[in-house]
Nanobody, 118 residues
Framework: QVQLVESGGGLVQPGGSLRLSCVRS????????MGWYRQAPGKERELVAS???????NYADSAKGRFTISRDNAETTVYLQMNSLKPEDTAVYYC????????????WGQGTQVTVSS
């Protein structure tokens, strides 16, 4: 019943910026976490950033200082503002939501491609 749709990916030069959006439909519990994973070709999936209901954020070391995660007031959309992009940021970025239950499963979007290249 929960669906996530990402947008905003594309091709950008090193040092450039990109803003990813993830729109949620369907009901979720008031206690939840939303965020972004990424996966580059041939590499493991990596958690980039997350934000809880209530607004607490976490970032991967590689993202800290360059990326900012946020929600809209209705908490139907989560954003990832990416600045000072590097070629190593190239990956498919996946939005997720996790309910605030013990051992809760993750719901995923289909992903959006980010390519950082000259």
């Amino acid at each position: 019943q929960v669906q996530l749709v990402e947008s905003g990916g594309g091709l950008v030069q090193p040092g450039g910026s990109l803003r990813l959006s993830c729109v949620r439909s369907g009901n979720i519990p008031r206690l939840n976490v939303m965020g972004w994973y990424r996966q580059a070709p041939g590499k493991e999936r990596e958690l980039v950033a997350s934000i809880t209901s209530g607004g607490s954020t976490n970032y991967a070391d590689s993202a800290k200082g360059r990326f900012t995660i946020s929600r809209d007031n209705a908490e139907t959309t989560v954003y990832l503002q990416m600045n000072s992009l590097k070629p190593e940021d190239t990956a498919v970025y996946y939005c997720y939501v996790q309910f605030g239950y013990h051992n809760s499963k993750l719901y995923w979007g289909q992903g959006t491609q980010v390519t950082v290249s000259s």
